[in-house]
């Protein structure tokens, strides 16, 4: 094997291989594949990779050639062309590459390139290549798969510690759910199963004393079995809102509302629970002022914040409900002058849910329940529920709705 020294013969190699590799650095795979003479069987980056047949070889070929992630600029720095044989030669170079990704660009220097190219055709064409990469995570004369597999090697890691973190959130978020669904079943057992006792045990006393009862009794007796009613009524429509919610099946469908009906809705199925304990509840809402919400959880939303609000204020109290709109919206609150709420409450609630059963001012049932619903369905119309209260200076929920879409 000697070096070519023909200048003409050394010109038309140098041009065909040139050809070759600016198809290679930007990116030509068909004017690769026609730089390829027939037969081409091996192809090797560092170390040669033995193919069964010309279409493995290029396959092979191919794999290399799609890892770069953009065009490949190149500089030439040396080039020797030896003959093994009159139409067979053997051309060493070297070369600086850079790679330009969106962020960075690299320069990987050193690039040492073995190409066997014969005669085909009148024309000179690659018959085996072999090239590697010294840089400095590897020692010189390492393949660059080596170095690939370095960097595979922490890209795997970086996922795999992406995919714990992503396990322990949805294992802790299945823990939430366990804690809510046994929570719920407490409810269940508990919170819904005393009501029915109640109206299943005044009913039977009723049912039982018809003709012993006066009037002012029996009207006592029906007065408690309509308070359980609705009181029982309220938790099981929170706990299948709740349900639906959780599984998706809560549609979110917002459309301009005129407030002040909806508001006088769901008063007026509350003035029974407010008369019996002389609870004033009065309403500040122009008639006029109109909202983007969806009705179902907007109802939701009301209904739950006054029915706490009675709730929780004791005989002889006031309930306000008032809007106005504001400079990002309609603001909307309901106010009390009941017992009020402790600050670590006012923290569970606003920092994600919770469920506690507390007695109201007239030993209603309560769950908590509908407070996490309310928050929930505030932030689906992208406001947040705000509280302030004080231990025995009453509460004050309210939440900003839009005035219009978008």
């Given at each position: 094997m000697?070096p070519?020294?023909?200048p003409?013969k050394k010109q038309?190699?140098?041009?065909a291989?040139?050809?070759y590799?600016?198809a290679?650095?930007e990116?030509n795979?068909?004017e690769?594949?026609s730089?390829?003479a027939?037969g081409?069987?091996m192809?090797?980056?560092g170390?040669?990779?033995a193919?069964?047949?010309?279409q493995?070889?290029?396959?092979?070929?191919?794999?290399?050639?799609f890892q770069?992630p953009?065009?490949?600029?190149?500089?030439?720095k040396?080039?020797?062309?030896?003959?093994?044989?009159?139409?067979?030669?053997?051309l060493m170079a070297i070369k600086?590459?850079?790679v330009t990704s969106?962020e960075?660009?690299?320069?990987?220097?050193?690039?040492?390139?073995?190409?066997?190219?014969?005669?085909?055709?009148?024309?000179?064409?690659?018959?085996h290549?072999?090239w590697s990469?010294?840089?400095?995570?590897i020692a010189?004369?390492?393949s660059v798969?080596y170095?690939?597999?370095?960097?595979?090697?922490?890209e795997?890691?970086?996922?795999?510690?992406?995919?714990?973190?992503?396990?322990?959130?949805?294992?802790?978020?299945?823990?939430?759910?366990?804690?809510?669904?046994?929570k719920?079943f407490s409810?269940?057992?508990?919170?819904?199963?005393?009501?029915?006792n109640s109206?299943l045990?005044?009913?039977?006393?009723?049912?039982?004393n018809?003709?012993?009862y006066?009037?002012?009794k029996m009207r006592?007796?029906?007065?408690a079995?309509y308070?359980q009613s609705?009181?029982t009524y309220?938790?099981?429509?929170?706990?299948?809102?709740?349900?639906?919610?959780?599984t998706?099946?809560?549609?979110?469908?917002?459309r301009?509302v005129k407030?002040?009906?909806v508001?006088?809705e769901i008063?007026?199925h509350?003035?029974?629970m407010?008369?019996?304990k002389d609870?004033?509840?009065?309403?500040d809402?122009?008639?006029?002022?109109k909202?983007y919400?969806?009705r179902?959880?907007?109802?939701i939303?009301?209904?739950?914040?006054?029915?706490?609000a009675?709730?929780f204020?004791?005989e002889?109290?006031?309930?306000?409900?008032?809007?106005?709109?504001?400079?990002?919206g309609?603001?909307?609150?309901v106010k009390d002058n009941?017992s009020?709420?402790e600050k670590?409450?006012?923290?569970?609630i606003?920092?994600?849910?919770?469920?506690?059963?507390?007695?109201?001012t007239a030993n209603?049932?309560?769950t908590g329940?509908?407070?996490?619903l309310c928050?929930e369905f505030?932030?689906?119309?992208g406001?947040?529920?705000d509280?302030?209260s004080?231990?025995?200076n009453g509460?004050r929920?309210?939440?900003?709705?839009p005035?219009?879409?978008g």
């Open positions: 000697r070519i020294t023909d003409i038309e190699i140098l041009d291989y040139l050809v590799y600016k290679y650095s990116r795979w068909g690769m594949l730089s390829l027939s081409f069987t192809f090797g980056t170390v040669d990779e193919c069964e047949d010309e493995q070889a290029k396959d092979k070929l191919r794999r290399e050639f770069a953009s065009p490949v600029e190149y500089d030439v040396c080039i020797n062309i030896y003959e093994i044989c009159k139409d067979v030669v053997l600086d590459l850079y969106q960075n660009e690299f320069c990987f220097r050193g690039n040492r390139s073995s190409i066997i190219m014969k005669m085909e055709g009148g024309n000179w064409k690659v018959a290549g072999h990469q010294p840089d400095k995570d010189e004369g390492e798969p170095r690939l597999l370095i960097e595979r090697s922490r795997l890691e970086k996922l795999v510690s992406e995919r714990t973190k992503k396990v322990e959130e949805q294992k802790k978020e299945l823990q939430n759910l366990n804690s809510t669904k046994d719920l409810i269940i057992a508990h919170d819904l199963r005393n009501p029915f109206i045990g005044f009913s039977e006393m009723l049912y039982r018809l003709e012993n006066n009037k002012e006592e007796m029906l007065d079995i308070t609705n009181v309220e938790l099981l429509e929170n706990l299948l809102n709740w349900a639906r919610s959780q998706d099946m809560i549609s979110f469908s917002p301009e407030l002040k009906p508001v006088n008063t007026f509350m003035e029974v407010a008369g019996n609870i004033e509840l009065n309403l809402i122009d008639p006029d002022l909202v919400a969806d179902n959880l907007l109802q939303i009301l209904r739950n914040l006054i029915h706490n009675i709730k204020t004791p002889g109290g006031i309930v306000l409900v008032s809007a106005g709109a504001g400079s990002d309609v603001d909307v609150s009941g009020g709420i670590e409450v006012i923290r569970k606003q920092d994600g849910f919770t469920m506690e059963t507390v007695a109201g209603e049932v309560g329940l509908g407070l996490m928050r505030v932030e689906k119309h406001g947040s529920l509280i302030e004080e231990p025995g509460s929920f309210s939440f900003t709705l005035h219009m879409a």
